[in-house]
């Protein structure tokens, strides 16, 4: 079992900033894949940033220039920081690893809100 808890959601106001924060505990023994997707009520769920296999980054399109992800992966630690907040980045955000040496599976944590708002 891997345990994902994450942190730092909350409500703030248009063109403010939040960090998110997500730790990994369990039986973790290689992270390969890790990031963050998010979902609003009512909506599918969408890629914002991740850590590809390799190490090199992906961002969704809507976040470039705003958030920022990193990792470590030392502490089982994945973050994203959150600049320049809209309406439309409003939803719940969830992180995930992708976990295992050579068998990989996908671990979630429960999400976290952040509302954007005036």
């Known amino acids: 079992q891997v345990h994902l808890v994450e942190s730092g959601g909350g409500s703030v106001r248009p063109g403010e900033s939040l960090t998110l924060s997500c730790e990994g505990s369990g039986s973790i023994s290689s992270l390969k894949q890790l990031g963050w997707y998010r979902q609003a009520p009512g909506k599918e769920r969408e890629l914002v940033a991740r850590f590809n296999y390799g190490g090199t980054i992906e961002y969704a399109d809507f976040v470039k220039d705003r958030f920022t992800i990193s990792r470590d992966t030392t502490k089982n630690t994945l973050s994203l920081r959150m600049n320049s907040l809209k309406s439309e980045d409003t939803a719940v955000y969830f992180c995930?690893?992708?976990?295992?040496?050579?068998?990989?599976?996908?671990?979630w944590g429960q999400g976290t809100q952040v509302t954007v708002s005036s």
């Open positions: 995930f690893f992708d976990v295992g040496i050579e068998m990989v599976r996908r671990w």
